[in-house]
């Protein structure tokens, strides 16, 4: 395994370099946002309390942007929303998108539509790449977040994936004043699972605009999460420097937004993160003119030290410097590792009869 992202690097790297020096002229990561409505009742989003889906972004409108020349690059394209399974035409998007580009896109969902994620995985599983569900405790607690109810129809859709189709789906905790405490918990009971957490944040041009919601940690609820996840050995790479950003506000990579990765939201805006202003509307505008644009070149010359978010988005970017970022993951580990040997000797000296 190793040895084959190593190959892989290798044979990217020119591109990589290009992207490094920041004079890379198209992205290699897209998200589209297909919907802003929700199914789920969740306590630090507001997607669920838009109604009606209106004039989303169509099948062949995704098509028509991915075969613009600045689309030539792409490696991963993500879908996401609100709950993607809320349009009815997720099959002909994933169709435009595999058959257009050769990329199987990865999702996200809330696995409150079992019924609608088995009949696309019984026809569309060798275009996935991957599904992300979202698990935000165990039994009362994710549905005190989510809704009444929610836990045990989003386990059936887990089960279903991993039983069904021996599909092993990554699960997705978002943590916030509700549940923070929970996260051994949750992480032991999908030890069988890619275990995936990040920390819930506020956002005036996502999530609905959840500002006026109260589910931030606080400094201290902060810390407790990290030493909790001091004791999850298996982090992937995104969590492994969750707590530069958790406890200083400090990135662990620079920000690429707008250089490798584009958001496509609903309504045809464009933006270079879920969190900035879009550029325009490619239902109005040239998707090749936009990305050029002036504003476009403004925005990547003033967001190169941007601290604002850490979101998934990143994991993309450490692939621009890999190895950097694998030896740095290891020195982290290390230096944990070895602080917990200094704290059990520490103890075992404490415990001595003659001390």
Known sequence: MRGKWIIEYL????????????????????????????????????????????????????RKILQQDVMRDLKTIALTGGEIFMRPDIPEIIDAIYDTTGVKPHFGTNGLFPSKLDKLMETHRHKIGGVMVSIDGLGEVHDTIRGKGTFDITMKAIRMLKEKYGFIPTINMTLSKQNYKTLLETHAYFKDYVFTYKIAKKSALHFGNNMDMDFELNEQEMKEVIEDAKKITNKNMYDVFIDDWALHGKRPSPCYAGITQAVVNQDGTIQPCIHKPAFGNIRTADVNALWTSEQAEQFRKTHKTCQDCYERCTVETFGIDLPKWVIKQKIKEYQERKKDREKENIGAQGTHPYV
């Open 11 to 62: 044979k990217n790297w020119p591109s990589y370099l290009k992207y490094q020096l920041r004079i890379a002229r198209r992205p290699y990561f897209i998200t589209f946002n297909l919907t802003e409505t929700c199914n789920s009742r969740c306590i630090m989003c507001n997607f669920w309390k838009k109604k009606k889906r209106h004039d989303e972004i169509t099948p062949q409108e995704i």
